[in-house]
Nanobody, 122 residues
């Protein structure tokens, strides 16, 4: 599976962005998908994950209620809608895929996109 993330940019605090992750290669619908982020000088951390069929989602406490993960298996794409953005959301955002059940552990994801930078100004 090859993943290509896009949609990052510069936004003011309180604004919104939608990230997209386009997948190619093996059957996208067989993979759970996750969004992770890494701020400068920090470890990569979990943001959101969605099951292969899209019926189950999970969020980090820091983004719950503001971010929404979704997927369109017909388009081989997963999305991360980010609302009410805060300066602490500034990070490189990565999408990732793994066969089977979704997980919040980055180490369990075998496939990663290249990352897209989100910068939230105060």
């Amino acid at each position: 599976v090859q993943l290509q993330a896009s949609g990052g940019g510069l936004v003011q605090a309180g604004g919104s962005l939608r990230l997209s992750c386009a997948a190619s290669g093996r059957a996208f619908s067989n993979y759970a998908m996750g969004w992770f982020r890494q701020a400068p000088g920090k470890e990569r951390e979990f943001a959101a994950t969605i099951s292969w069929i899209g019926s189950s989602t999970s969020y980090a406490d820091s983004v719950k209620g503001r971010f929404t993960i979704s997927r369109d298996n017909a388009k081989n794409t997963v999305y991360l809608q980010m609302n009410s953005l805060k300066p602490e959301d500034t990070a490189v955002y990565y999408c990732a895929a793994r066969p089977g059940a979704s997980s919040s552990a980055p180490a369990l994801y075998a496939y990663w996109g290249q990352g897209t930078l989100v910068t939230v100004s105060s």
